[in-house]
């Protein structure tokens, strides 16, 4: 059997996104929005917010209960001052916040005692694309 441990993450992630496509929806601000205050401009990618949700997804599964402070630390960057040095800032939470109501929604996951954790269905819907890559 394989895991998610047993592919890369970023071909694991990029077919999760393919497959989340279909299931949930990504907002109307979402073209517009920074995803952190460390970032001067939105993504350029137009699918940019189904890779974050497989990205949070797989972060979940690696990482066990998961809260929203845990990954805008996970997800900052260092915002840059010009000639000042440069300082570590947390990403933006509304993005991650609405991807997982947004996977909550589809029963992915689920709200622990301290944060959101993996369901079932949602480890089996990793494990299923981790599967496919590998064989």
């Given at each position: 059997?394989?895991?998610?441990?047993?592919?890369?993450?970023?071909?694991?992630?990029?077919?999760?996104?393919?497959?989340?496509?279909?299931?949930?929806?990504?907002?109307?601000?979402?073209?517009?929005v920074k995803?952190?205050?460390?970032?001067e401009r939105?993504?350029?990618?137009?699918?940019?917010?189904?890779?974050?949700?497989?990205?949070?997804?797989?972060?979940?599964?690696?990482?066990?209960?998961?809260?929203?402070?845990?990954?805008?630390?996970?997800?900052?960057?260092?915002?840059?001052?010009?000639?000042?040095?440069?300082?570590?800032?947390?990403?933006?939470?509304?993005?991650?916040?609405?991807?997982?109501?947004?996977?909550?929604?589809?029963?992915?996951?689920?709200?622990?005692?301290?944060?959101?954790?993996?369901?079932?269905?949602?480890?089996?819907?990793?494990?299923?694309?981790?599967?496919?890559?590998?064989?």
């Amino acid at each position: 059997m394989v895991t998610v441990y047993d592919v890369p993450a970023d071909r694991l992630i990029s077919k999760a996104s393919e497959e989340l496509k279909s299931k949930i929806k990504m907002p109307e601000w979402a073209k517009f929005v920074k995803t952190g205050t460390s970032r001067e401009r939105p993504p350029d990618k137009p699918d940019w917010y189904f890779t974050r949700a497989a990205s949070v997804l797989r972060k979940i599964y690696t990482d066990g209960p998961v809260g929203i402070e845990r990954l805008r630390t996970v997800y900052g960057g260092k915002k840059n001052f010009g000639s000042r040095p440069s300082h570590t800032r947390k990403a933006g939470g509304k993005v991650l916040r609405t991807v997982l109501q947004q996977l909550e929604g589809i029963k992915l996951v689920e709200k622990a005692p301290k944060g959101r954790k993996l369901t079932a269905g949602g480890q089996k819907f990793l494990d299923e694309i981790a599967n496919s890559l590998k064989g």
